[in-house]
């Protein structure tokens, strides 16, 4: 039995009001301003773009307290997030999905949900800091036209304060708190320094924070002679270790905006972030029940971690000109990130249940592994007015990606005497049972533009279209028992071209309300991906693994929009996504993870936002949604247990 409606947010709906200070605003609607939004790469408000987004504004942003993605994913409707269904290892383990559009390839190139800080793309599971930004924008629906082929369900974007020219100012904040169950203490702090060097002309903005969050889980094991050792479910005494899930980060910006003169105006950022989690701050809610549980049982004292660091330089330089504005953004993005898992128990039962090794004896297993990715990338556009009737923008985008994973030789003590007369792999010469390394690389260039023609003082018309051109490039090499002996480099190689178009009608019913309707065209790179022979399923062919074909979608969306007097922005939007050819990661039995193409697959659902101040005391802020999803032609989906009529994977 399956329940056909689901909501696509962690909660159904969220609501939540900020009481304001008598002082902060005047009477009446004094002080109250329009949300500004950059999302068709010029600035707007809000209620004049005909598609369905949820912002967060700077004083919002403060006033929820929102420090995290998980703090604003979870307040806007249709967006939900999981873990485990991404790359591999805790700091890589988070994917994003919009309106049921899920998934993400295993070198994390290729997600559903485009991930911006400013005008640069990067990995959809990092999480920068909410601090010091200007808003935060979420775009539903494909904006393949002007962000790429990795913003197939929609974008999350990022959107950092620039220096002031005109004034110095310095705010500092510190926070302590205490966790429901946490091993530490909560507690952070941030300092944002804004210099005018030369008033009107030369500005620089420092940002630097520190912040702790306590874990709430315990980590239990069995002392080394006990009989509990190798076995996490045996009901036996065990030590306790507590502050499990805890996470410590640190970084901060510099930000240095030259204004040369009306025309020409260029700015310098670094960003730089660094993670440490003490364990995964995740609990098991073992099904039917789903009651989560607090308390890990493990067979053996290994603490899991993770360290994740990235730095982000950027430059972006503006040139205004008569009715043409050109801007260039050229950045660099360098992220590396270990981490270390206890992976015992399910080692144990694929040796067992996999290999037919049965008489090891009792010892850990660690999933140890380092991820390492670079990108540069230059967006090169022009934004014109050349008419109050037109407007639009053209442009090019190219990046150069790089990344790596490699895991060092793992062995597994008394593997040679535990393989003689095995008849799966064979008797094994030593005890190494596993290593690999897997370098990736993706080229991508584009064009694109898309224009806005007001032909009468009512009706708009949105016309997009964006051309790309991807290469990507793959490896793997291997050894150990658990790869049945050495995997040989045998690089793979993709290429692929496509359109993809965007078509959009919007009228102004009032100077304050817009109905708008909508269908554009969704992209999402594919993969060159290694074929392990002794790992994928029978039935399923050599290259339905090797050639992870792109998928695509049409997304068709009517909407409305309006403007209450005070201030208030409403929005609602019914949409229906046709899904083809579509990417999902699935898990053979050997262990592995491989990413393999459906065939189609249909979303249909709604949503609303509310946002926007009631009165000069309060502002509110909702958001609910429902989604159905359906996978109505599995494919090669078939061939591991999909079947019509399946939701799709990795979605509410």
């Known amino acids: 039995m399956k329940t056909p409606w689901v909501a696509a947010v962690l909660c159904a709906a969220t609501c939540s009001s900020t009481l304001y200070a008598a002082d902060s605003v005047g009477s009446g609607n004094e002080g109250l301003q329009e949300i500004i939004v950059s999302a068709r790469k010029f600035e707007e408000p809000l209620e004049r773009v005909p598609e369905s987004m949820t912002v967060f504004t700077s004083d919002t942003l403060t006033a929820l307290d929102i420090r995290s993605f998980n703090d604003y994913a979870t307040k806007s409707a249709n967006v939900a997030f999981g873990y485990g269904s ?84 310095l705010a500092a904040s510190a926070d302590v708190g205490l966790t429901s169950g946490g091993g530490s203490a909560d507690g952070g702090g941030g300092v944002v320094a804004n210099l005018a060097a030369v008033p009107g002309i030369l500005g620089v903005r420092v940002v630097l924070f520190a912040n702790h969050d306590a874990g709430y889980l315990t980590r239990a094991f069995p002392s080394p002679s006990s009989p509990g050792v190798g076995d996490p479910f045996l009901d036996v005494p065990r030590t306790r270790i507590g502050d499990q899930g805890a996470q410590a980060t640190y970084g901060g910006s510099i930000n240095v905006l030259l204004h040369a003169s009306d025309a020409l105006e260029a700015r310098v950022r670094v960003m730089f972030q660094n993670t440490e989690q003490h364990g995964f701050a995740a609990t098991f809610a073992p099904l039917p029940a789903f009651n989560p549980e607090y308390t890990i049982d493990r067979a053996f004292d290994i603490q899991p971690y993770a360290i994740d660091r990235w730095v982000l330089p950027s430059l972006d330089v503006t040139y205004r000109t008569g009715l043409v504005t ?26 067992r249940g996999y290999y037919g090794v049965s008489n090891l004896p009792n010892q850990p297993f660690l999933w140890d592994q380092e991820h390492r990715h670079n990108q540069i990338s230059e967006e090169l556009r022009a934004t014109f007015e050349p008419s109050p ?23 597994a003590t008394g593997l040679v005497a535990a393989t ?55 490896d793997f090499t291997a050894n150990g028992f658990n790869n049945f002996g050495a995997t040989l480099s045998d690089p793979q190689h993709s290429h692929q071209s496509g359109f993809n178009p965007r078509l959009g009608l919007s009228y102004q019913v009032t100077d304050a ?29 050599a290259d339905a693994i090797t050639h ?105």
């Open 326 to 351: 050109i801007q260039s953004s050229t950045s660099y993005f360098y992220r590396r990130n270990s981490d270390i898992e206890d992976s015992t128990y399910g080692t144990q039962q694929i040796f």
């Open 420 to 474: 003689v007369g095995n008849t799966v792999v064979g008797p094994w010469p030593n005890d190494l049972i596993w290593t690999d390394y897997n370098p990736a690389t993706q080229d991508d260039v584009s064009l694109f533009g898309e224009a806005q023609w007001h032909f009468t003082p009512r009706f708009a018309a949105t016309l997009g279209a964006r051309q790309y051109w991807l290469h990507q490039t793959t």
């Open 86 to 169: 991404g790359s591999t290892g805790i700091s890589n383990a988070r994917t994003v999905s919009i309106r049921g559009i899920a998934g993400q390839n295993l070198f994390g190139m290729a997600g559903a949900v485009g991930f911006y800080i400013d005008d640069t793309p990067v990995p959809e599971a990092i999480d920068p800091r909410v601090i010091d930004l200007d808003r935060v924008e979420i775009l539903k629906g494909p904006q393949g036209t002007l962000y790429g082929e990795s913003s197939l369900a929609g974008n999350v974007r990022l959107i950092s304060k620039k220096p002031d020219l005109n004034r110095d100012d």
């Open 513 to 541: 309300t817009m109905v708008y309707a909508s269908a554009s065209e969704g992209f999402r790179a594919g993969a060159a991906q290694q074929y392990l022979p002794f790992c994928a399923a029978p039935a399923l062919p």
């Open 389 to 411: 009737t037109l407007t639009g923008t053209i442009g090019a985008f190219a990046s150069r990606t790089h990344s790596t994973l490699a895991i060092p030789p793992t062995y």
């Open 548 to 652: 992870l074909r792109s998928d695509s979608l049409w997304s068709y969306e009517l909407g409305v929009k309006s403007r209450l007097p005070s201030g208030v922005i409403l929005s609602a939007a019914a949409f229906h996504i046709d899904w083809k050819d579509l990417q999902q990661q699935v898990a053979l039995p050997c262990g592995a993870y491989f990413d393999i193409n459906g065939r189609r697959a249909r979303v249909d659902g709604g949503e609303f936002d509310v946002a926007g101040r009631l009165g000069p005391y309060v502002e509110i802020h909702g958001s609910g949604g429902i989604e159905h999803t359906s996978v109505t032609e599995p494919g090669a989906l078939a061939l591991v247990g999909v079947t019509p009529g399946s939701r799709i994977l990795g979605t509410p």
